[in-house]
């Protein structure tokens, strides 16, 4: 069973509506851009990346969680989409504490 963040969790701010012409609820979430200041984009990657991954088989946690967010507030600005800040989690794991 994984674990799931939710707003309360994270420890940066975020605003918590979407752009203009962003609806959260009609997003499809494996093709879009990150948008790293927005609090359902940032939860939605998060969730995502923590059902989706394991570490040697076992369920990740909340700490591991809050290392992806930690880690998107690093990530390089030319990386933005959805499959590319997933690589460079998975790539830069092992760097970010």
């Known amino acids: ?3 799931e963040l ?30 790293g200041h927005e609090q359902y984009e940032v939860l939605s990657f998060i969730n995502g990346f923590l059902k989706g991954h394991s570490k040697n088989g076992v369920a990740l946690t909340k700490a591991d969680g809050l ?15 959805q499959e590319g800040v ?6 830069n794991w092992q760097k970010y504490s």
Request: proline share 7%; charged share 25%.
């Open 86 to 91: 997933n690589q460079w989690v998975l790539e």
């Open 6 to 35: 939710v707003p309360s969790d994270l420890q940066f701010t975020y605003s918590r509506r979407a752009v203009p012409g962003d609806n959260p609820s009609l997003r499809s979430l494996d093709s879009h851009l990150v948008n």
């Open 1 to 3: 069973m994984s674990v």
């Open 67 to 81: 290392k992806v967010e930690r880690m998107l507030q690093k990530k390089p600005g030319s990386i933005r989409s």
